[in-house]
């Protein structure tokens, strides 16, 4: 089983430029997450989707777009990428009724 | 909105040595989680509590829910280098999203 499945692994923009990070599970959960992780910041929420069809902003939406595409994906957009989006990201789902979130391995993104 | 804070930040200890660290929430919180991540990985769950003053063991590491259900901690016994990693407490309340803390970094000196 993949579980949580994160691509790319790493990617290099210019300032300016887009990209959607691509985030797929398959272990059929509802509720999925994406975060950021900063040093010294711990792990902050930017969007989430409780059930397919429905999203909600976290704590740090801005600059960011989401797309649940299907219950098994949801995707993070970045529509003008800045330098202080340079981070590690994670994506996550949840075992039903406040269960255990399992995360992928996470997407390194530098913003030049 | 509900805040978790942890503490401490860093940690160095000599390996044998014991190791704690604490978590605190603004409101009360439903259950908590506990994930270890390693350097250069992924935040791995641990284990949840949910009953005030609730006690569980996983072979050498001890975790704590206070009475009130608002803080909670993690010991780790006598620590091995393969224990060296970030520690997350993570706070759950209500039907908004876990609210991760910042975490207690360990290190462990051979």
């Known amino acids: 089983n993949a579980g949580v499945t994160q691509t790319p692994k790493f990617q290099v923009l210019k300032t300016g430029q887009s990209m959607t990070l691509q985030c797929a599970q398959d272990m059929n959960h509802n509720s999925m997450y994406w975060y950021r992780q900063d040093p010294g910041m711990g792990l902050r929420l930017i969007y989430y989707?409780?059930?397919?069809?429905?999203?909600d902003k976290g704590e740090v939406p801005n600059g960011y777009n989401v797309s649940r595409l299907n219950k098994r994906e949801f995707s993070l957009r970045l529509e003008s990428a800045a330098p202080s989006q340079t981070s590690v990201y994670f994506c996550?789902?949840?075992?039903?009724?406040?269960?255990?979130?399992?995360f992928g391995d996470g997407t390194r993104l530098s913003i030049l | 909105g509900q805040q978790v804070m942890q503490i401490p930040q860093y940690q160095h200890v000599q390996e044998g040595e014991d190791f704690t660290t604490y978590c605190n929430s603004s409101t009360t919180l439903s259950n908590i989680q506990w994930y270890k991540q390693r350097p250069g990985g992924h935040p791995v769950f641990l284990i949840q509590l949910v009953k005030s003053g609730e006690v569980k063991k996983q072979k050498r590491l001890t975790f704590q829910f206070g009475e009130a259900k608002k803080n909670s901690s993690l010991h780790i016994t006598a620590t091995q280098t393969t224990d060296v990693g970030t520690y997350f407490c993570a706070g759950d309340s209500g039907n908004t999203p876990l609210v991760f803390g910042k975490g207690t970094r360990l290190s462990v000196i051979a």
């Open positions: 996550a789902t949840r075992q039903p009724v406040k269960g255990a979130q399992h």
């Open positions: 989707s409780a059930s397919e069809g429905t999203t």
